[in-house]
């Protein structure tokens, strides 16, 4: 329900509509949203080397 919200949000802000069907695909695809936003402490993973 709350990423079919996140989709309708999107048309209305003028995303193309020949591109919801595989939007909605890939949003469905990835169990990746959040609801809200809180203070999480860091990710644990290796620093970054830049070469």
């Known amino acids: 329900a709350a990423v079919e919200r996140l989709i309708d949000r999107a048309v209305e802000n003028g995303f193309p509509l020949e591109h919801v069907e595989q939007l909605c695909k890939i949003a469905h ?3 990746v949203w959040r609801l ?14 830049v070469r």
């Open 29 to 31: 695809a990835y169990d």
């Open 36 to 49: 809200e936003l809180r203070a999480d402490p860091p990710a644990n993973v290796p620093p970054l080397e």
